[in-house]
């Protein structure tokens, strides 16, 4: 997916910059990269963080970085920040962004007589052609009003310029933008999590489509945001950190919500409640409190050097990651039936495999219970999974088993309940080799996080598209 982070003050950015940016490293493994505008200056380096993290790569750069004003991006596509040279002066971009539509913007562009200069593997880079399409415009709010109207699924960024940072979020929110507060600065970041520690307070939600321009002293709105919005259900359920706010929404109190209803609704016995670290946690805390039954640490995450098994490109990689980063606990598992939480059930490859050895471990019982639904279409808008196809998915899958190519039902396998939905569950429960398996529905997942279902995007679970 990627995040960015990017601050401005009256005095030297670059410490802020840089913590503030590894505080969005949850959100991808493959690069990293900060740019900062010392009078008239940019300054710039981008890494590879495949083999290593983003403060071995940077920390001992950063005297470079001069100035009060600086950007940087955790990204999952192609290096940045881009620097751009245009009629709109000169200034750096980083993005978060999923462009599906890069074959035919690239040659629309092309046929206008622009040029591409940054590329990755053979292929143009995502955040030039975003650049290229801003440069378009008459001002920055026009250019950036050029993306949205051509970006077929999504883009927030941050543009670094003379005149202070723009920050522009995705037409239909998907990911968050967030502003914090300090003396003599201000800060913008995809997670929230990167302010309290650096002393800002979060100050404002920047608003679907909304764009603002961020000065030391103060913020201005250019750019009013829409009426409409479809942010991710996944933030809360997966990839938001545990204590950062969204819409004003708390990620673990909605891992914690969720956990708490699915038990109160769950007739099962167990001796215990464990969550598959880091994102089950808070759901297993509130369904151990819901089921009235203790909590235990019966899997435990090694350190957090290993990173989140979804990002890395190759399969064997993920699956790599996924087993080396979780340890079992032979003493608490031997003999016992457990409930295991987990966040959601992308490929299924990983979970067989852990499950597997929790059995190995001397597991009598193992029950799943999953934070979202089943996912049964690979997600157009935002890369928060290396699924390129609905087919990888293991809810996919099995609905083909069942029907064949040409699935015609799977509005009924998405509708909670219905026997569609029941049998999927259970050939998903029975491939997995999982004692009992239940899914949080859209209904209750929705209620846990609490705005209402039309600003909610859901179409992971349910195809569900933009209205």
């Known amino acids: 997916m990627g995040g960015f982070f990017g601050t401005i003050s009256k005095s030297a950015c670059a410490t802020d910059l840089f913590y503030g940016t590894d505080y969005n490293s949850h959100l991808g493994t493959r690069r990293g990269g900060m740019a900062t505008l010392d009078e008239g200056e940019f300054k710039r380096s981008i890494h590879n963080l495949e083999n290593s993290y983003f403060r071995t790569r940077f920390e001992s750069q950063l005297d470079k970085f001069t100035g009060n004003s600086g950007i940087g991006v955790i990204s999952d596509t192609d290096p940045q920040p881009i620097f751009v040279h245009s ?51 008459n001002t920055f709010v026009e250019g950036i009003e050029n993306v949205y109207n051509k970006v077929e699924g999504s883009c927030s960024m941050l543009i670094l310029t003379e005149q202070g940072i723009i920050a522009a979020r995705d037409k239909w929110g998907r990911t968050p933008v967030l502003i914090g507060r300090k003396e003599e600065a201000f800060a913008v970041s995809s997670e929230p999590c990167s302010f309290p520690n650096l002393g800002y307070e979060l100050e404002y939600n920047v608003g679907a489509g909304e764009i603002v321009l961020l000065t030391a002293d103060k913020m201005t709105r250019l750019r009013e945001p829409n009426k409409k919005m479809k942010v ?44 598959i670290p880091d994102s089950g946690i808070g759901m297993g805390l509130g369904y151990a409190e819901g089921k009235g039954i203790p909590y235990r640490r019966s899997i435990v995450k090694y350190t957090p050097t290993w990173p989140r098994s979804f990002t890395p490109a190759n399969q064997s990689v993920r699956d790599l990651v996924a087993k080396m980063k979780l ?38 019982e193992v029950h799943m219970r999953v934070g979202c639904p089943p996912i049964l279409f690979a997600c157009p808008y935002l890369g928060f999974s290396a699924s390129k196809s609905s087919l990888e998915l293991i809810a996919r899958r099995i609905v083909k088993e069942l029907e064949g190519d040409d699935a015609k039902d799977l509005d009924k396998y998405s509708e909670t309940d219905s026997p569609q939905y029941t049998n999927l569950v259970d050939c998903i429960r029975k491939k997995l080799n999982i004692t009992t398996l239940r899914f949080n529905t859209v209904e209750d997942l929705i209620a846990s996080i609490g705005l209402p279902k039309e600003c909610i995007c859901t179409h992971c679970y349910d195809g569900s598209k933009d209205e």
């Open 87 to 137: 009629h709109l002066g000169k200034y750096a971009i980083v993005t978060v962004a999923k462009v599906n539509n890069v074959a035919i913007l690239e040659k629309e562009l092309l046929d206008k007589g622009c040029h591409f200069t940054e590329l990755s593997s053979g292929k143009i880079n995502q955040t030039e052609l975003i650049a290229l399409l801003i440069s378009q415009g």
């Open 232 to 275: 991710c259900s996944f933030l809360w359920v997966y990839y938001g950190y545990p204590v950062s706010d969204y819409e004003g929404v708390n990620v673990d109190a909605v891992r914690y919500a969720s956990g708490v209803a699915m038990a109160k609704k769950d007739g099962v016995d167990a001796d215990f409640v464990s969550g």
């Open 327 to 364: 340890i079992p606990n032979r003493h608490l598992l031997n003999g016992k039936r457990v409930i295991f939480c987990d966040d959601s059930i992308v490929r299924g490859t990983q979970l067989r495999d852990n499950v597997n050895i929790l059995y190995s471990y001397g597991a009598k």
